[in-house]
């Protein structure tokens, strides 16, 4: 779809994200001075509609594409969650292959395609590199961070596989993902780089639908759980005027005299 047919549709984080990728390239490739990049980073984060966004990156290289991805009013087609649907190839063709964060932060979440080599560099500032959504553009992919007194967070979904081969200097990786299988056909993320009085994260954690979906689930076996015990407490209530205990239920007795008096 291209920009025009849909300006009112709201935006998601990705698409955000996917215009800000846009808007860094352009920096590093001299396209954008500073200032410029700036405002319309500003802009991007605030912009709640397709029609918002694409003005952003229509004077850039592949803006269209980036700006407003192609949606239908009835959403993304539905993947059938298995992990072959996530693996879409194209080698180092990826979203993003890069980031950098110098004194402030980047982001990579949402659906975007994760290359075969990705490079990151923090220095006093961090970074997070969220996996739970993305594609894969190999079965094997490499994270490259370097933290200098700084910080990033990769975050994994259930049944990937990490290997952790990074090296700290007053600093460190973190190894506790490591070991756990991978499911059948599900991608590797090797994480390697060097951190120095600074460190890089690994935290395994469900997509925000499945926790959504557990959520719901929560909330509806609470909902019967409240209803067995409404039913139950009424089952209990003899109609000959015992309690649970079988004794007498004395809110028996009282509503029996008030009808005698009534019927004197």
Not at 48 to 68: C, F, K, M, Q, W
């Amino acid at each position: 779809m291209t920009e025009d047919a849909a300006p009112d549709l709201r935006a998601s984080d990705a698409d955000r994200e996917r215009v800000a990728d846009v808007l860094r390239d352009a920096l590093a490739e001299g396209r954008l001075d500073m200032e410029e990049f700036e405002e319309r980073l500003d802009a991007t984060y605030k912009a709640r509609t397709y029609g918002e966004l694409a003005p952003i990156t229509r004077d850039l290289p592949a803006a269209g594409a980036a700006a407003v991805p192609a949606v239908s009013p009835a959403g993304d087609p539905e993947r059938d969650g298995s992990w072959s649907d996530r693996i879409v190839g194209g080698g180092d063709a990826g979203t993003s292959t890069w980031a950098v964060a110098v004194m402030s932060g980047f982001q990579r979440r949402g659906r975007w395609t994760v290359p075969r080599r990705f490079t990151c560099f923090a220095f006093w500032g961090g970074g997070e590199i969220d996996l739970r959504e993305a594609n894969f553009a190999d079965r094997e992919v490499v994270i490259n961070a370097v933290a200098i007194m700084g910080g990033v967070d990769v975050v994994v979904p259930p049944g990937v596989e990490v290997v952790v081969r990074g090296i700290g200097v007053m600093g460190g990786f973190d190894h506790r993902e490591e070991g756990v299988p991978g499911e059948p056909g599900a991608p590797r993320v090797i994480v390697t780089g060097f951190a120095f009085w600074g460190g890089v994260g690994v935290q395994r954690k469900l997509p925000r639908g499945e926790k959504q979906r557990l959520r719901e689930e929560r909330r509806r076996q609470k909902l019967e759980r409240r209803a067995s015990r409404h039913q139950l407490d009424g089952s209990l209530h003899d109609p000959l005027g015992l309690d649970a205990h079988g004794l007498p239920d004395r809110r028996a007795e009282e509503h029996g005299e008030r009808g005698r008096d009534t019927d004197r």
